[in-house]
């Protein structure tokens, strides 16, 4: 199993696990919470079929990366992915992030420019800026996410029962786009993950992405949802146009949050297609 060591906590280091595949240009998935690396399957594959060299990692706190109860913040997420980015020594790369993860891919940007990047993917995006606030009417009041957190800590497991079932819409998509199965498997990687990450994280999405949206620089494709229930398109994929500068919109009719999962005829052939045309890659 390949490691990255990123840090540490008192006697331990806190390593990243990471997996990398194929040959060509390099695409890093970043996924999304509370699932892992793994969670990608059905885009790894097209991705090698396509001739990529595919790279997934665990955030911190999940899958078979270390379990630290320190670095829950945008910024040492994003160092984490940094760091891995120049330990493979990755050139001409494209950062693939959903959910949690496009808030990395933002903050990535943002932070350490795209001198190794020449494109982004965000999909179930959490930019611009989850919480409510008097410059930010069009967010979601910080009573939700005090509830969300009181859930975690009464009861975890019955906590991700109900987000999973609305990460998949499963009342209307179960049994059609998301097996009982595949929903199982689901709830046993996020029972597997830190039980500190799963708290943790609930304030990294409070994060205020609306200061590094202007610094991307690279051709951004934003695929979301018009049916995601946990990062409602009204209050993120529908305030991007405007804030990044060449922005393509693939909206999934119907789509939940996990549309990576539940609509692959619609999720792939979009990301492949934007991956292939570099027109604006090459005027750089």
């Known amino acids: 199993m390949a490691k990255l060591t990123v840090g540490r906590e008192n006697s331990d280091t806190i390593d990243i696990y990471y997996e990398d595949h194929g040959n060509g240009r390099p695409v890093v998935l970043i996924h999304g919470y509370p699932l892992n690396g793994a969670s990608w399957e059905k885009q790894q594959r097209d991705l090698l079929d396509a001739g990529y060299r595919v790279i997934t990692y665990d955030r911190r706190g999940f899958g078979n990366s270390s379990r ?26 494209i950062l693939v992030g959903f959910s949690m993860g496009s808030g990395e891919v933002t903050r990535y940007l943002s932070r350490y420019g795209s001198a190794r990047i020449t494109k982004a993917v965000l999909m179930g995006a959490i930019p611009p800026y989850l919480l409510e606030t008097d410059d930010n009417p069009e967010g979601v009041d910080q009573a939700v996410f005090d509830g969300i957190k009181a859930a975690v800590i009464a009861d975890r497991p019955a906590y991700f029962k109900d987000f999973l079932d609305n990460f998949y819409n499963v009342d209307v998509l179960g049994g059609t786009r998301i097996s009982e199965q595949a929903w199982q498997n689901s709830f046993n990687v996020a029972l597997a993950a830190s039980t500190h990450a799963a708290y943790a994280c609930v304030d990294t999405w409070l994060t205020d992405f609306r200061d590094d949206l202007p610094a991307i620089d690279v051709p951004v494709l934003l695929i979301h949802g018009d049916e995601d229930r946990i990062l409602p398109y009204s209050a993120t ?25 539940t609509h692959p005829e619609i999720v792939n052939p979009a990301l492949l297609e934007f991956l292939a045309n570099d027109s604006d890659t090459n005027a750089r």
């Open 68 to 93: 630290p109860t320190v670095g829950y913040d945008y910024d040492t997420f994003t160092a984490d992915l940094h760091a891995l980015v120049e330990h493979l020594d990755l050139t001409d790369a």
């Open 237 to 261: 994929a529908a305030r991007l146009p405007g804030l990044i500068k060449d922005l393509t919109v693939v909206t999934v009719p119907g789509g939940p949050h996990n549309i990576a999962w």
